[in-house]
């Protein structure tokens, strides 16, 4: 994976059985923004679900009178195991580059924003 524990720097994390990935667009939480991960299940059945996610935020979003550009995506998991038994649960590591690339997210946020006049200020920087 490519995440590493931020106590111990461990670069061998790992997802149990199932995990929970959160969506937060500009520091927002929608009760739905969760993604049940199953790891070992097929690489595009998260990238699926993540742009379903994408979709509800974007279309709830892009129907506000006040909106602001979209300039923070996190999509992040508390699930991730350290080898060295450290105490992650709050940690809020990010899943871009171990479940989907910098240019996939960006590529799925870009398709769905223009589908319901959300506009974005976001670089790939932003995304990791
Ligand atoms: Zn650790």
């Given at each position: 994976m490519g995440q590493y524990c931020p106590k111990c720097f461990s670069d061998s994390l790992s997802f149990p059985t199932s995990a929970i990935v959160h969506v937060v667009i500009n520091g927002v939480r929608m009760d739905t923004g969760r993604i049940l991960f199953r790891p070992g299940?097929?690489?595009d059945i998260f990238k699926k679900d993540l742009k379903t996610k994408i979709k509800e935020f974007f279309s709830w979003y892009g129907s506000l009178q006040n909106k602001t550009p979209i300039k923070t995506v996190k999509v992040f998991s508390n699930d991730y195991k350290c080898p060295n038994r450290c105490?992650?649960?709050?940690?809020?590591?990010?899943v871009v580059n171990d479940l989907v690339t910098p240019n996939e997210l960006m590529g799925l946020l870009q398709t769905v924003a223009q589908n319901y006049d959300v506009s974005l200020d976001i670089s790939l920087k932003d995304l990791i």
């Amino acid at each position: 994976m490519g995440q590493y524990c931020p106590k111990c720097f461990s670069d061998s994390l790992s997802f149990p059985t199932s995990a929970i990935v959160h969506v937060v667009i500009n520091g927002v939480r929608m009760d739905t923004g969760r993604i049940l991960f199953r790891p070992g299940e097929k690489d595009d059945i998260f990238k699926k679900d993540l742009k379903t996610k994408i979709k509800e935020f974007f279309s709830w979003y892009g129907s506000l009178q006040n909106k602001t550009p979209i300039k923070t995506v996190k999509v992040f998991s508390n699930d991730y195991k350290c080898p060295n038994r450290c105490s992650i649960r709050d940690a809020n590591l990010s899943v871009v580059n171990d479940l989907v690339t910098p240019n996939e997210l960006m590529g799925l946020l870009q398709t769905v924003a223009q589908n319901y006049d959300v506009s974005l200020d976001i670089s790939l920087k932003d995304l990791i």
